[in-house]
């Protein structure tokens, strides 16, 4: 069974909190801070390995979380490293951010990789954090919390050349005597339900062949197997599209090869574009001479296609088709060029978001105001909500037993601005300003 999307939380690591130690000397100041810096957390990482085939294990594994970064220890010893997660994936995986739809990488080549959740920074300690007033700081460096984010991986396989056709005209038989592959064959519509590759060997060469399941009118719009497979052959070069010439269905060859035609057109212009040679299946039914076939082939080559007549099950013809696939195989990779993708670059924008260090913006007003103001009921004064990453950050590393800290936190609410718009906002002496579950007193020295 191919499984093709699949959806996963991945959550990297958290950075390990810088110490606060203090060395065991005479003659210095309490020791003298040596805590040493927390390890960075480790990296959720997805690596493209040629050797998979599908998303099978993210169907029973939904969770993914990278090793925790270790925390800052005494004579300044750096704590250690988290390590990174490799989420091994099939080439031609594709990472969407789950909650805004935006593409975040494309892994098309064995070992490509990408990160894509970066694991918390590990804090500072204690050392860092004196000066010449402040000789013995009691307080370090909180690490920073993982990226938490939930992924949708999509599946879009890699093949040198599609085959493509309705339901039942013999792609799967094409691939079994064309190829080492062995497909399911049965007389039956939609007999496959997964896309099969198979590898083709022609005089040393070999290139990749992928049986789509059969499209029906409609399939762009969802019908039928619908776009769940006809994304399979957006990564092909060359397509061969399989007619059944007998009309053994009841159906017109010519309107069958049109209705997939505009199909493939409806479901990405692009697709309609590739290189296409013409699989005239099923011949040893009726024959070559037959008007019906003539008039059949003329109509298509007018179109600007070869067609080769074949018989699958008896291996009739495939060869000569097999070798016209090749050369047209080898004229695409010339001129060929893949779809791009526009890829959300998230580590950019996180980056941005890092060093922004104002409080963020409330929803509560909207003329851009950087805090959350709420009126307490029992006094009938504001209390003024600060948050923010950075602040938030801050806060998590004060020791509150200690002046020292919590100089630090006022100083960064002070020069981050966010005084000078609660002034702006009327807050008066006595008002109440809140971070967390930490609150104090607002007191005007000005």
């Known amino acids: 069974?191919?499984?093709?999307?699949?959806?996963?939380?991945?959550?990297?690591?958290?950075?390990?909190?810088?110490?606060?130690?203090?060395?065991?000397?005479?003659?210095?100041?309490?020791?003298?801070?040596d805590g040493g810096d927390g390890g960075n957390g480790g990296n959720v990482v997805f690596v493209a390995d040629k050797n998979l085939r599908t998303l099978m294990d993210f169907k029973y594994k939904r969770k993914y979380q990278a090793e925790n970064g270790q925390n800052g220890m005494r004579k300044k010893m750096y704590g250690k490293k988290g390590e990174d997660l490799i989420i091994k994936v099939p080439l031609g995986t594709m990472v969407f951010d789950s909650e805004t739809g935006h593409l975040m990488h494309d892994l098309k080549e064995d070992g490509d990789r990408f990160i894509a959740a970066k694991g918390g920074r590990g804090g500072k300690g204690n050392v860092h954090f004196k000066n010449s007033v402040r000789q013995a700081p009691n307080f370090a460096e909180a690490g920073t919390d993982g990226k938490e984010r939930e992924v949708i991986l999509e599946l879009k396989m890699i093949a040198d050349v599609g085959l493509v056709g309705f339901p039942n005209v013999g792609k799967s038989s094409l691939l079994a005597v064309s190829t080492n592959a062995k497909p399911k064959i049965e007389n039956y519509h939609f007999t496959t339900i997964d896309p099969n590759l198979g590898v083709v060997i022609l005089d040393h060469e070999e290139f990749v062949m992928a049986d789509i399941a059969g499209i029906i009118e409609g399939a762009s719009i969802g019908l039928g197997l619908g776009y769940?497979?006809?994304?399979?052959?957006?990564?092909?070069?060359?397509?061969?599209?399989?007619?059944?010439?007998s009309g053994s269905e009841g159906r017109d060859p010519k309107d069958d090869f049109l209705k997939i035609m505009a199909e493939l057109e409806s479901y990405s212009p692009y697709i309609a574009k590739k290189p296409m040679i013409v699989a005239a299946n099923k011949i040893d039914l009726i024959d070559e001479d037959d008007e019906e076939y003539i008039d059949f082939k003329k109509f298509v080559e007018s179109k600007g296609y070869e067609v080769y007549?074949?018989?699958?099950?008896?291996?009739?013809?495939?060869?000569?088709?097999?070798?016209?696939a090749l050369r047209a195989l080898r004229k695409a990779e010339e001129e060929f060029e893949e779809q791009e993708y526009e890829m959300f670059d998230f580590e950019k924008d996180e980056a941005l978001d890092e060093d922004y260090r104002l409080v963020e913006v409330s929803a509560l007003k909207s003329d851009g105001s950087p805090f959350d103001i709420s009126m307490a009921t029992e006094t009938n004064r504001p209390i003024f909500h600060l948050s923010g990453k950075q602040l938030t950050k801050i806060f998590n590393s004060t020791n509150f037993?200690?002046?020292?800290?919590?100089?630090?936190?006022?100083?960064?609410?002070?020069?981050?601005?966010?005084?000078?718009?609660m002034r702006d906002m009327g807050i008066q002496e006595g008002d109440t300003v809140k971070i967390e579950d930490f609150e104090f007193e607002y007191i005007d020295e000005f």
């Open 401 to 421: 037993n200690d002046m020292g800290s919590l100089r630090y936190l006022f100083k960064y609410i002070e020069n981050s601005g966010a005084m000078r718009k």
């Open 228 to 245: 769940r497979f006809l994304k399979h052959i957006e990564r092909t070069k060359v397509l061969i599209h399989v007619v059944d010439v």
């Open 309 to 324: 007549p074949i018989s699958a099950p008896i291996n009739y013809g495939v060869k000569e088709l097999m070798y016209a």
């Open 1 to 33: 069974m191919l499984v093709d999307r699949a959806k996963i939380t991945i959550i990297s690591g958290k950075g390990g909190n810088g110490a606060v130690s203090f060395r065991r000397e005479p003659f210095v100041p309490e020791g003298g801070p």
